[in-house]
């Protein structure tokens, strides 16, 4: 019987601000960054303690997942591996075929499928596997999840108890958000803001939510047109309007780091606030004991397919 392990894929934050230069080096392909765009990542990582949770955050994931697939009867191996810090994809892809996995299932933990996701962990954990002599595990790269029953109950209750922080619950505008791609990425065919789009739809109907919009947030610096509307500039429409109270559910995102930690609660919360209405964010999935049950689902799904030749 051939044997599996699933390894959950992030994009990777530096836990410290000693590695942020190297991690933001690493993001730009080995090109050091220009010194101004370095001293600001470095403050925006200060702002929210210091450097980033994502890392624990993801090996709370992992020990939580490998548990519910135990506690259902499949005690799969499971692996936690970051595209831009350590632990990299392809070291834990070769460390997995070192334990004698002989399957990889990869799950990329963003729901929502793009281009970009298969140029970022698809081919790191397909060409990883390739790379390995001899007996080279094959590969399953689990695509889009963006629909998964307990991914949208889990994220709706998320938002239920944000909106009860409200003075008028009924009266808050919601906006559903996800990290912004470049439009050459994201654009024409691409998935990505479709499967955004209905994430958010689903989530909306489960709540029976009217006053809502999709917003995407965290676009890069570059020379690149970024998919929107962009979260702040949709926060300035609104509160001219006279929208007093705003709840942010980033459903693109399933673990607290920088683009939820200071783009919404640092960044979004103060051009909110400066215009007038409070800003509530829906907390992260992170170990929610229902987003794990919705990964879990993922995974046997992913496990339960035939084996690549």
Not at 27 to 35: D, F, H, M, Q, T
Not at 55 to 74: F, P, T, W
Request: proline content about 6%; some cysteine.
């Amino acid at each position: 019987m051939t044997r599996a392990g699933i390894v959950l894929m992030a994009y990777g934050a530096p836990e410290r601000l000693d590695q942020v230069e190297a991690y933001y080096t690493h993001i730009r392909g080995g090109s050091p960054p220009p010194a101004t765009l370095l001293e600001e990542l470095v403050a925006r990582y200060r702002a929210i303690g210091g450097g980033s949770p994502l890392s624990r955050i993801v090996e709370r994931q992992r020990a939580a997942l490998a548990a519910e697939l135990g506690r259902r009867g499949r005690p799969v191996a499971v692996y936690a591996a970051m595209k831009h810090i350590d632990p990299f994809i392809g070291d834990v892809v070769r460390r997995m075929a070192g334990d004698g996995i002989q399957h990889v299932v990869a799950i990329a933990l963003a729901p929502q499928h793009s281009s970009f996701n298969e140029q970022t962990y698809g081919r790191a954990v397909t060409e990883a596997a390739a790379s390995i002599a001899g007996s080279a595990p094959t590969v399953t790269v689990v695509g889009s999840w963006h629909d998964q029953p307990r991914l949208i109950e889990a994220m709706a209750a998320a938002t239920a108890e944000a909106l009860t922080r409200c003075h008028d619950p009924s009266a808050a505008h919601v906006f559903f958000t996800a990290h912004s791609l470049p439009e050459r990425i994201a654009g024409g065919t691409d998935p990505y803001a479709h499967e955004v789009a209905a994430t958010a739809a689903l989530v909306a109907e489960r709540l029976g939510l009217e006053q809502c919009d999709i917003a995407f947030q965290s676009a890069g610096r570059t020379g690149d047109r970024w998919i929107g509307p962009e979260l702040g500039a949709e926060i300035r429409r609104v509160a001219a309007t006279g929208v007093r109270e705003i709840v942010v559910c980033p459903v693109g995102f399933v673990a607290d780091h920088l683009e939820v930690l200071y783009d919404i609660d640092v960044d979004a919360r103060a051009i909110a606030e400066a215009l007038g209405p409070r800003l509530e964010r829906a907390r992260s999935m992170n170990d929610d004991p229902v987003f794990i049950a919705a990964l879990a689902d993922v995974a046997e799904a992913a496990l339960e397919r035939p084996v690549p030749a």
